[in-house]
């Protein structure tokens, strides 16, 4: 029996700016994503059935299809019949690090870490770009899990341009052990309280530049120059120059408008990080998870004593770890 065991790291976003509504229902981003040590763990074991079997040590994740590990397999079976058909079905065993609902895309990097291993398992020898056209299939946030590292990502979040990596910065996470955010409410809310500053460029099938019209001014501005602004704006320039105090200064997400005033104890949270002498902090993805960059695992320390000393919750919970410069890994293989 093969199997292979992988690790499937967390994600930060260092930016996340909502441009506006796309016809397919989902927003138009620009993020610039982080992987961090933070990791999931995940063993795929093939089984002569044709069965797809999860099973999670974590009491809120699914073990049945609704699993985003499960919508892998499917995808991959449904992709590759006659393989399935020959080679069978998999058990998945998948030991969570990552809390869970938490803005971190904890079910999108095992969704990741699934394609990879059972394209390993498959001997399908799919290139990166095939992997990645797959990921993008089931969800916006795994072409970037399976890739990892630094990237500025725009579409869905699933068009990927890689940025240097960020080495030897530090991360404090804090989160509440029972508050969940969904990912769906926060943008919902979002459309509903900010919709009117969305561009609306791609409800026109034809744009004036097609036409040879001029173009209209500043309210005009196109998704894609607004998304061009980002990935020329000053957060790009402090990572390419490595500038670790303006990468801090220059952390921004969106979704705070909505998340932090819905949720007191995440906004108490965020102030407790903003004034704990950290470089930087901010909500990550849809939260509740709030994070601060820090320059040293001492630094991360320090800040961690600090925020835990102004909140006294026995329900918070921390995390120290570090920026990582890969997405899913495969750390051992049994034939
Ligand atoms: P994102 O940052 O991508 O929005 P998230 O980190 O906020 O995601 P997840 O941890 O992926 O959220 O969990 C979101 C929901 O998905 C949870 O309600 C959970 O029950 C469900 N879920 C399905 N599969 C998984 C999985 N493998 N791991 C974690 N949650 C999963």
């Known amino acids: 029996m093969r199997s292979y065991s992988l690790i499937a790291p967390a994600k930060i976003n260092l930016y ?20 961090i040590e933070l990791a999931d763990h995940i063993n795929l074991r093939s089984i002569s059935t044709d069965t797809i079997r999860i099973q999670c040590d974590h009491p809120q994740v699914p073990n049945d299809e609704s699993n985003l590990a499960y919508k892998a397999v499917k995808l991959m079976a449904e992709e590759f019949p006659d393989v399935f058909a020959r080679l069978g079905g998999v058990e998945i065993a998948i030991k969570k690090q990552i809390p869970v609902a938490a803005g971190l895309a904890g079910g999108s990097t095992d969704a990741a870490a699934v394609l990879m291993g059972m394209d390993l398992m498959w001997q399908l020898g799919l290139t990166q770009p095939e992997l990645q056209e797959l990921a993008a299939k089931l969800g916006s946030d ?8 630094t990237a500025l990502a725009t579409g869905r979040g699933e068009a990927l341009s890689p940025l240097p990596d960020l080495e030897n910065l530090y991360v404090v996470l804090a989160k509440h052990r029972n508050l969940m955010v969904s990912t769906v409410w926060a943008y919902q809310t979002y459309r509903s309280e900010f919709g009117h500053t969305y561009i609306r460029d791609r409800v026109s099938i034809v744009t004036p530049e097609q036409l040879g019209l001029p173009t209209l001014g500043s309210s005009a501005e ?7 602004r980002v990935h020329s704006g000053p957060m790009v320039n402090a990572i390419f120059n490595k500038n670790v105090s303006q990468i ?3 952390l921004h997400n969106d979704l705070e408008k909505v998340v932090l005033p819905a949720n007191p104890q995440v906004m108490q949270l965020r102030e407790a990080f ?3 002498g950290a470089l930087g902090t901010m909500m990550s993805g849809s939260g509740p998870t709030v994070f601060a960059l820090c320059e040293s695992e001492a630094h991360a ?3 961690q004593q600090n925020v835990r000393a102004r909140i006294a919750d026995p329900d918070l919970d921390f995390w120290v770890t570090k920026f990582s410069n890969h997405g899913v ?5 049994v034939n």
Do not use: K, N, W
């Open 16 to 35: 996340l700016e909502i441009l506006g509504d796309r016809p397919d229902g989902y927003h138009e981003l620009a993020m610039i994503l982080q992987s």
């Open 329 to 333: 890994q495969v750390v051992s293989t």
């Open 248 to 250: 801090g200064q220059l």
């Open 301 to 303: 320390q320090e800040i």
């Open 274 to 276: 903003e004034s704990s």
């Open 142 to 149: 795994i072409p970037f899990c399976l890739a990892g590292g």
């Open 222 to 228: 196109s998704l894609e120059s607004r998304a061009a």
